[in-house]
């Protein structure tokens, strides 16, 4: 039979904790191929939250208590992970708030989306039949949706809809592989962290539609400005796109330096240096690329397995500088001369961007 155990973070939350606990072991009795555990994650909470549980455990033999520092959401749920996967080596690890946000009752559509070949669902709050509260405050609503719109964007992952949430069903496997990164993020931005990771891992990813309810008791933990601020240097520290795009913008200096100093500096040929220097940008961009942006993908290190991926980075480079200048003299034909710098960036910004980074990582840096 395999086992899953159910991991639930509180802080605080002497109100909540009573009520989610049987809930869960409700909604699962039902499914008799698991078998299902509750492993509560307090961080030593005034509220008396972990005492709570205590008296339960005796109530309920499939339910344990870890109790550990405060150190933040992220810290909790790694040390959970940690503790469940030693003591009950099981096949699923689920994420679930102890504030009834989430209904324990939709736990059977997680399994289901697992026995279906996921590695990892989402509880979605922004897919269709998906919801945040109605009467959230206007500043939470703008902060929950744009927050996610920036990072599927700042990833250019469009088709993962719910970055933020924390009602998920993830295979152990998943978990082990990540822990050892995502273990150095403590707060919220642990939630982007191990979906990023698991992504990253070639875990197959399945969503379903969740309506996220407001707590009713107890107060809400998150620290909104430092997690804008976490989610921020995370993207710019992690995403390939990101990373993608400041090689392009490097290899234009490079480009536009060394076409400078053939042309001007040693007088040669503009045609000679023209191609010396794209070339050299090319190659380098290819090797930053390769062991910076793409570094999870990272092609094999001999030569002769790189070559054929290298001629295919030089005719998809080739592509974009076919584009730029196509585009770039439509748009003076149409427009006329003046603003050739603003459609120059228009043309970069939108279409050769995006084409040669959905290129690359179709054809050179393919999915593991
Ligand atoms: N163990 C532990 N749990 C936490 C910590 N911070 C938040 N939580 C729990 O994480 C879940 C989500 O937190 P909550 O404050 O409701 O966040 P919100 O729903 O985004 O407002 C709840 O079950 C909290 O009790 C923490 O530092 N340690
Ligand atoms: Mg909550």
Do not use: C
């Not at 989610?20 to 699962?28: G, L, R």
């Not at 669902?121 to 269709?128: L, T």
């Not at 969740?210 to 804008?228: L, M, V, Y």
């Not at 380098?284 to 002769?304: A, G, I, M, P």
């Amino acid at each position: 039979m395999r086992r899953a155990v159910v991991v639930v973070p509180t802080y605080n939350e002497a109100g909540n904790i009573e009520k989610i606990i049987p809930q869960v072991f409700q909604a699962t009795a039902g499914i008799t191929n698991w078998e299902f555990h509750i492993l509560v994650v307090d961080s030593n909470s005034p509220d008396k939250t972990a005492y709570i549980v205590k008296k339960l455990t005796s109530k309920y033999p499939r339910l344990h208590l870890l109790r550990v520092e405060k150190e933040g959401l992220g810290k909790a749920y790694t040390q959970g992970f940690n503790y469940a996967i030693d003591k009950f080596s099981p096949f699923l690890l689920f994420e679930i708030d102890a504030d009834l946000s989430h209904d324990p009752l939709l736990i059977p559509k997680f399994i289901k989306e697992i026995e279906q070949g996921a590695d990892l669902v989402i509880g979605s709050r922004y897919i269709k039949d998906g919801s945040i509260p109605k009467n959230w405050a206007i500043h939470r609503k703008i902060f929950s949706v744009v927050g996610n719109i920036i990072v599927r964007l700042g990833f250019m992952k469009l088709n993962i809809t719910d970055w933020t949430g924390g009602y998920r069903a993830i295979k152990s496997w998943i978990i082990k592989n990540s822990v050892p990164f995502i273990k150095n993020y403590h707060g919220y931005v642990y939630q982007i962290a191990l979906l990023d990771r698991a992504i990253k891992s070639g875990a197959r990813i399945s969503q379903i539609p969740i309506r996220f309810k407001d707590r009713k008791i107890g107060k809400s933990k998150i620290n909104t400005g430092q997690f804008i601020l976490n989610i921020f240097a995370y993207i710019f520290f992690n995403s390939s796109f990101i990373k993608f795009s400041s090689v392009g913008f490097i290899g234009f200096f490079i480009d536009f330096g060394i076409s400078y100093l053939f042309i001007e500096r040693l007088k040669s040929a503009v045609w000679l240096g023209t191609l010396f220097s794209t070339e050299t940008a090319i190659i380098s961009n290819f090797w930053l690329n390769n062991s910076w942006s793409f570094s999870h993908k990272k092609l094999e290190n001999s030569l002769r397995l790189m070559l054929p991926s290298f001629l295919k980075f030089n005719l998809v480079s080739s592509g974009s500088i076919l584009i730029q200048t196509l585009g770039i003299q439509l748009a003076v034909n149409f427009f006329g001369k003046k603003l050739w710098y603003f459609y120059k960036i228009v043309v970069i910004v939108f279409i050769v961007i995006p084409y040669s980074y959905i290129l690359y990582n179709k054809f050179v840096w393919k999915e593991k």
